[in-house]
């Protein structure tokens, strides 16, 4: 079983980055994204990658991370 556990600071983020831990992005309370890495973040913006050639970058104030951890 799946639990969340939410990314909201710098380094909540950049651990996630550095496990490659698989997220997924949540946007007016509807899943926008699933099974996405974060491959880099700044203050105002984060990158994820589901695919090899799919980058999609999310406005960090908009939207909700929620790591992905198996129990």
Do not use: G, P, W
């Not at 380094?11 to 890495?37: L, P, T, Y």
């Amino acid at each position: 079983m799946a639990r969340n556990q939410r990314l909201v600071t710098d380094s909540d983020f950049q651990d996630a980055v550095e496990r490659q831990a698989v997220v997924r992005v949540f946007k007016d309370d509807h899943i926008v994204d699933s099974n996405a890495v974060v491959l880099r973040f700044s203050e105002k913006m984060v990158v994820v990658q589901t695919r090899v050639s799919d980058l999609t970058y999310y406005d960090r104030e908009a939207c909700e991370f929620f790591e992905m951890k198996k129990r």
